[in-house]
């Protein structure tokens, strides 16, 4: 099993930055791809980044191209999602989230394709 935990929530004005973080443990030796989740109240939870966890490509959704970035510590088995000029639409519960299964194009951004979720982190950006 893999345990997931999200961090670094918080609320922001419109133009400024966060950073959450997940810290994985348990077997994360089964872990092929990582990813960001976000579901704001009345929508379905959409993907923000997936990322392979031992590095190598990632892919943002275009909402957050060129303002979120990813980072890892992999001594820490640590990965963080820096969150930069955020806007208001970006409010929501984030999730970090994690698959044992390499993924089709097609699936990479599909939340029923994770096996492991931690517990989410709230993001609320006001205008």
């Known amino acids: 099993q893999v345990q997931l935990a999200e961090s670094g929530g918080g609320s922001v004005q419109a133009g400024g930055s966060l950073r959450l973080s997940c810290a994985a443990s348990g077997a994360t030796y089964n872990i092929k791809l990582m990813a960001w989740f976000r579901q704001a109240p009345g929508k379905e939870r959409e993907g923000v980044v997936v990322?392979?966890?031992?590095?190598?490509?990632?892919y943002f959704a275009d909402s957050v191209k060129g303002r979120f970035t990813i980072s890892r510590d992999n001594a820490k088995n640590t990965v963080y999602l820096q969150m930069n000029s955020l806007k208001p639409e970006d409010t929501a519960m984030y999730y970090c989230?994690?698959?044992?299964?390499?993924?089709?194009?097609?699936?990479?951004?599909?939340?029923?394709?994770?096996?492991?979720w931690g517990q989410g982190t709230q993001v609320t950006v006001s205008s």
């Open positions: 989230a994690a698959t044992s299964a390499f993924l089709t194009v097609g699936a990479r951004f599909d939340a029923m394709a994770y096996n492991y």
């Open positions: 990322f392979y966890r031992g590095g190598g490509s990632t």
